[in-house]
């Protein structure tokens, strides 16, 4: 069935770095592509999305390219913030109405 | 405002003990799901439903039930609870159902059975 794999975690960098969480997939067809974001305590939030191969999906100053040749959907910030500290998941809408999420990457942003 | 609720947010139970987590939306949404939040293995998906009286299986359907009589609610039903159902449960709700819709989470029902 159809899969995702994110890089383990935690991922801890100073403030100001550069962040990239790997995230590929596994899927019959062109799935829907999305990062989810979960601060702690709360509920997850949408954080961008891409629906078909070599849309770029962007909020916040983060971004992620729907590559289909290499079936990935990486997360990059050029300047990561303390408040950036959070738990980031990727997922995918599959052909039979589900959404199927990696297993989610830690990230600890230091001052 | 638009939003997913959840209730209860906290609840410790016992082995056997039957209880329901309500979740409601208020943005007309079509589709809703349930998801189990466990360490190391992500969200993973309990039960969806794609309208009023249709409802399907997820990837780990077993020992919960679910209803939805009105547009709105979609309660997740632990007819008789135990301790590996203890999780972190989130309800969402999308405008429709798959492709490119996005998800709208509640906050979650930390859930513990002893």
């Known amino acids: 069935g159809d899969s995702v794999t994110q890089m383990e975690g935690p991922v801890t960098l100073s403030e100001e770095a550069f962040l990239t969480i790997n995230c590929t997939y596994t899927a019959t067809g062109y799935p829907s592509l999305f990062w989810y974001v979960q601060y702690p305590g709360e509920g997850l939030q949408l954080l961008l999305k891409?629906?078909?191969?070599?849309d770029k999906g962007s909020n916040k100053g983060f971004e992620a390219t729907y590559r289909k040749e290499t079936t990935s959907f990486h997360l990059e910030k050029g300047s990561v913030q303390v408040s950036d500290s959070a738990v980031y998941f990727c997922a995918l809408w599959d052909s039979s109405y589900k959404l199927i999420f990696g297993s989610g990457t830690r990230l600890l942003v230091r001052p | 405002e638009a939003q997913v609720t959840q209730n209860p947010r906290y609840l410790i139970t016992v082995t056997g003990k039957k209880l329901t987590v309500t979740c409601s939306q208020n943005?007309?949404?079509?589709?809703m799901s349930w998801y189990r939040q466990d360490p190391g293995l992500g969200l993973r998906q309990i039960y969806y439903?794609?309208?009023?009286?249709?409802?399907d299986k997820g990837d780990v359907p077993e020992g919960y039930k679910v209803s939805r009589k009105e547009k709105r609610n979609f309660p997740l039903i632990l007819e008789s609870p135990s301790p590996n159902q203890t999780s972190l449960y989130f309800c969402?709700?999308?405008?429709?159902?798959?492709?490119?819709?996005?998800?709208?989470f509640g906050p979650g029902t930390r859930l513990t059975v002893l």
């Open positions: 969402a709700s999308s405008l429709s159902g798959p492709t490119t819709d996005t998800q709208y």
């Open positions: 891409a629906t078909k191969a070599d």
């Open positions: 439903s794609m309208n009023v009286e249709v409802t």
């Open positions: 943005m007309n949404h079509e589709y």
